[in-house]
């Protein structure tokens, strides 16, 4: 739908070049540069310096080898990743992902994206994303104490309450996060709670936080319906992933009157007209790190479980992928306008393809970006890194409070700024816009740096 202004053509060749084989970061870099020819046309000022080129360019990227050695006494070896995209708004924030797809390319899209995400959330952090190309599936607690344990004997000289401070993300959850904070403590020899968030209750974390990107994307889609004046009341909605995110946005959803009939993980997805019980799907997943294939055998009738295939082939008024970058294609998409969807949300990193974007917004559905629709993580990491500064603690109710206002703020800002560059409704732009202009303005005050 948007083509790039020619006065940013010279930075996306310069990024296609500069990041031969990466394709995750050219379509994240892309899209963003796609909103901005508007905002440089009415602020020239805005393109001086080189700022674009700089934003583009991380500031720092770290690679380093990660030997373990596993159950059976066999070394193994991953590669560890840390890009630490742009501190102008403060520390660089962002998480860590633990799978095999992990490669720089992805790291670095993350944290381009997260760049724009966190500044859209208003909170002091900067972006950056980390990872590992290590599969945790299949493997035992110990495997992955030990894992953690290497990652972080390396991480460890980076990172800082004030330098970058990680969190979770696929593959990183509460147990990766303990082992982590674990060796970090034990190398630097102080109790530093605000270097990583998602951490246990017992140690530093917040209330929320584990339910907060999901609870956000669902503040976030009931914003953009009350926008058209209605609501989630009994719609139906798909939910892609079985993970943080996804369980946290059914949880929310069905507060908030919604019918979720269907999820997913890797293997497949699971239909139940009834309504998905989330229960069950909370025992499989949180408890016993199982498959989603499991549901049907523990529901039974009235379900079903579709190995491999879309689940966006079920018909739904309301989709919200929360699983992986580019798992709902422009073909996805076709069907899912077909069917009648009038909101999709993303509620994990980048899962709709450019070609999807463009169906939706071609369509009139309200669409929201994931730097705007899951920015409720981010924005909670960073309450979380507030309540270790002032050590205190404070209740599920005032997290979560903070949280909706949070969300509340950023579609605002999505929806003001889309007003006023003449694209009313259109949050892509909304997003990419309003996130840019806070890291930009923050670039400019500091300099050539
Ligand atoms: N991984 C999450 C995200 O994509 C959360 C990051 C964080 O809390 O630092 O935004």
Request: aromatic share 8%.
């Amino acid at each position: 739908m948007n083509t790039i202004d020619e006065k940013l053509h010279p930075i996306l060749t310069t990024v296609l070049h500069r990041n031969a084989g990466e394709p995750e970061f050219h379509q994240a870099a892309r899209e963003v540069l796609e909103s901005l020819g508007r905002v440089i046309t009415r602020h020239p000022e805005y393109s001086d310096d080189a700022l674009l080129e700089r934003i583009c360019e991380p500031e720092r990227q770290i690679i380093f080898r990660v030997p373990w050695i596993d159950d059976n006494n066999q070394v193994q070896i991953n590669r560890g990743f840390r890009v630490q995209f742009n501190s102008a708004l403060g520390p660089y924030k962002g998480g860590i992902r633990f799978h095999p797809s992990v490669n720089v390319g992805i790291i670095k899209f993350l944290g381009f994206e997260q760049t724009f995400k966190n500044a859209l959330s208003g909170m002091p952090i900067g972006g950056g994303k980390g990872g590992s190309d290590f599969d945790p599936k299949g493997r035992s607690d110990r495997e992955v104490m030990r894992f953690c344990q290497s990652f972080m004997t390396e991480l460890h000289r980076h990172i800082g309450e004030y330098v970058d401070v990680p969190a979770g993300d696929i593959g990183v959850g509460a147990r990766e996060i303990g082992y982590m904070f674990g060796m970090y403590k034990r190398l630097n020899n102080r109790f530093e709670a605000g270097v990583l968030t998602g951490k246990g209750l017992s140690y530093g974390g917040s209330r929320a936080r584990k339910e907060a990107t999901g609870f956000g994307t669902a503040y976030f889609v009931q914003s953009m319906l009350a926008r058209q004046g209605t609501d989630f009341d009994g719609k139906r909605c798909v939910i892609s992933g079985s993970g943080n995110v996804a369980i946290y946005a059914m949880e929310k959803i069905l507060s908030f009157g919604g019918k979720i009939v269907a999820c997913s993980d890797s293997g497949g997805y699971i239909v139940d007209d009834n309504g998905i019980d989330l229960d069950l799907v909370k025992q499989i997943k949180e408890v016993r790190r199982g498959r989603m294939s499991e549901y049907v055998k523990l529901r039974g009738d009235g379900c079903r479980f579709v190995k491999g295939g879309s689940i966006w082939d079920v018909p739904c008024e309301i989709a919200l992928p929360c699983a992986t970058q580019n798992e709902l294609t422009g073909a996805d998409a076709k069907t899912l306008v077909e069917n009648g969807v009038i909101a999709v949300a993303e509620g994990a990193n980048m899962p709709c393809t450019p070609e999807a974007v463009g169906m939706f917004r071609k369509a009139g559905v309200l669409f929201a970006p994931g730097k705007a629709a899951n920015a409720g993580g981010v924005a909670t990491s960073a309450l979380e890194m507030q309540q270790n500064a002032s050590r205190d603690s404070w209740s599920f109710q005032k997290t979560e409070e903070r949280l909706a206002g949070i969300m509340h703020n950023i579609h605002e800002a999505c929806d003001q700024t889309a007003e006023e560059y003449g694209a009313p409704g259109d949050y892509v732009l909304g997003a990419n816009i309003a996130g840019f202009v806070r890291v930009a303005d923050a670039m400019r005050a500091l300099g050539v740096i």
